[in-house]
């Protein structure tokens, strides 16, 4: 039975909108998408599984081009746009995936592009969105600094402002990730961990999963060093979050959208936070059993499982890998031990220690 079907016999009409965006505009998506992207994997790895405890099921969104799911919904965007509003130009805030994904989309649609970047933002990042066609500005120290200055600048120009998590064509882009794990699960899950960052990604996946697997418990992870969606969530107090440097800077936002809340609220059944050694640990992971690099952001799915591993025993577990896009000398340092706390990094290199064998034992 198709998709298509699936929801139609499962959930009447009316229950098939969260906010702007309604299930059968990601149905929509992922056949205008089939044009020009390849489903993601979804792998398996025993050593994945018994690290958990679990069976776990991993989505490898790091294989999309550009590294990220990102471009699902700048690629949907452009193609959802006319030929007025192509004209128009876009304008975004980005702190990388999200502003790469837009100037790779508008690039192959001939449509101007400027990307706000926080000052003292990654050079590497703003480098790869430069060379994709986009106009790179700096300002403001964060990302919701940057927004305001891309909303002002759209204004002056005439230009389309396009908020990487408030726009419904990029929500339905990005959802297209659960239709695809839907199709490529032989069995239903149990549980599924969605990192959570402007909570677009959540939000869509959820709309999906709550249709099509109602039974399936839906966790969002985010970074504690970014913890304000987490926070509103649980409290349901909107208020402004410090964002601390963080390995996850995808998932960096101080001020939680009131509507992006009340919308995880409805699909999603928890929240819960991530420290930086635990997202260190998940990327670790990561490359020493499915042999993939996974970015902080992307990575933050795995460490909430791997956080929650004693409550997943004999579960049929999904984790989605967002992003992996992490820098060589990042992945190095945390490889190594090195972008630990002092008392957790002389744990580590204990523990590398002593499992090492120096061929004399038994001499």
């Keep these: ?177 659960a239709l695809e794990m839907l199709d490529q699960a032989a069995q239903p899950l149990d549980t599924l961990f969605v990192p959570v960052g402007g909570g677009s990604l959540a939000a869509g996946m959820g709309l999906v999963y709550n249709a099509l697997s109602p039974h399936t418990r839906l966790i969002g992870v985010q970074s504690a060093a970014a913890p304000a969606l987490a926070r509103a969530w649980q409290t349901g107090e909107m208020r402004e979050y410090p964002v601390a440097e963080s390995l996850a800077d995808g998932l960096a936002t101080r001020v ?34 499915l042999h993939q690099m996974a970015e902080g952001a992307g990575a933050a799915a795995l460490a909430g499982a791997m956080r929650m591993h004693r409550r997943l025993a004999g579960e049929r577990v999904g984790v989605v890998l967002s992003g992996g896009n992490i820098t060589s000398q990042q992945l190095s340092h945390i490889l190594h031990g090195e972008l630990l706390p002092r008392e957790e990094r002389s744990a580590f290199l204990a523990a590398q220690l002593s499992d090492m064998d120096y061929g004399l034992r038994g001499t």
């Design 1 to 177: 039975m198709t998709i298509e079907m699936q929801v139609s016999q499962a959930t009447p009409m009316t229950d098939r909108r969260l906010g702007d965006v309604h299930f059968d505009d990601i149905v929509a998506a992922r056949r205008l998408l089939a044009k020009s992207l390849t489903p993601t994997p979804l792998v398996t790895h025993p050593l994945l599984s018994q690290r958990l405890g679990a069976e776990v099921h991993v989505k490898l969104e790091n294989t999309v081009p550009l590294g990220s799911f990102k471009l699902r919904g700048g690629l949907h965007l452009l193609a959802s746009l006319g030929a007025a509003e192509r004209k128009r130009g876009l304008v975004t805030a980005t702190r990388g995936n999200h502003g790469q994904s837009l100037a790779c989309a508008a690039q192959r649609y001939g449509v101007r592009c400027a990307v706000f970047v926080p000052v003292g933002n990654n050079p590497d990042k703003n480098a790869a969105i430069s060379a994709l066609g986009a106009t790179v500005r700096a300002a403001g120290e964060d990302f919701d600094a940057a927004w305001a200055a891309a909303v002002e600048y759209a204004a002056q120009e005439g230009m389309i402002a396009v908020h990487p998590s408030r726009e419904p064509k990029l929500m339905a882009g990005y959802a297209t990730v």
């Design 256 to 289: 939680p959208a009131p509507e992006t809340v009340a919308i995880l609220r409805e699909v999603l059944d928890d929240i819960i936070e991530v420290s930086e050694a635990q997202i260190a640990d998940a990327i670790r992971c990561f490359a020493e059993t």
